[in-house]
């Protein structure tokens, strides 16, 4: 075996602090607008944990990487609609949220980069994913907003699963009565 020409430069994995499902008190360090591959419109919510044993998470995971093209992780997406053009109820409720977590704060429509140095509580849950070998992983992701001042009474959801291989057609492919459906 030949020694890759960078190796000495590569930084072995080590352990790292990981985050558990739960809501954490956070400030909204970066609120931008844009624009999806799909032409549908985002908020995209850069933020860190401000209080608690969880503090600094995000920056000093942040610091810790040594990669050339490392990224801030803790980022919270939400569309402004959803699936049938409506008002997206995540984008309602990081909104309502913000307001009420913050003394005199009104969103601002025409400036969503109002959102940056405010309060907010940030709920994260459990997720499962394939990893490029196939194998099924779990990860703690941000959510959803909750108020900053009620963290400790949010309910923490379920963790998302992910589908059994065919699962999502056993209940249609052993459907006899065909009556009720709409062709």
């Known amino acids: 075996m030949e020694k890759p020409s960078d190796y000495e430069n590569v930084q072995a994995i080590t352990d790292f602090e990981t985050l558990e499902p739960g809501a954490y008190k956070c400030?909204?360090?970066?609120a931008e607008e844009?624009?999806?591959t799909n032409a549908k419109t985002y908020l995209k919510i850069s933020f860190d944990i401000i209080e608690g044993e969880k503090a600094d998470f995000y920056k000093k995971r942040y610091q810790s990487d040594t990669r050339e093209d490392k990224k801030w992780g803790g980022?919270?997406?939400v569309?402004?609609?959803?699936?049938?053009d409506k008002t997206n109820r995540y984008l309602k409720t990081l909104i309502t949220c913000a307001e009420a977590s913050n003394t005199n704060f009104k969103f601002d429509?025409?400036?969503?980069?109002?959102?940056k140095d405010k309060k907010i509580g940030i709920v994260f849950r459990e997720e499962e994913f394939e990893d490029t070998f196939g194998a099924i992983r779990s990860a703690t992701k941000p959510f959803r907003a909750c108020v900053y001042d009620k963290t400790e009474e949010t309910k923490i959801p379920n963790k998302k699963s992910l589908p059994t291989k065919g699962e999502a057609f056993d209940n249609f492919a052993t459907t006899s009565?065909?009556?009720d459906l709409p062709f």
Do not use: G, Q, S, Y
Not at 27 to 30: A, E, T
Not at 79 to 84: G, R, T
């Open 75 to 77: 980022v919270l997406v």
């Open 34 to 36: 844009l624009i999806a």
């Open 109 to 115: 429509w025409a400036h969503p980069e109002c959102l």
């Open 27 to 30: 400030k909204i360090l970066k």
């Open 79 to 84: 569309f402004v609609k959803d699936f049938e």
């Open 177 to 179: 009565d065909n009556d």
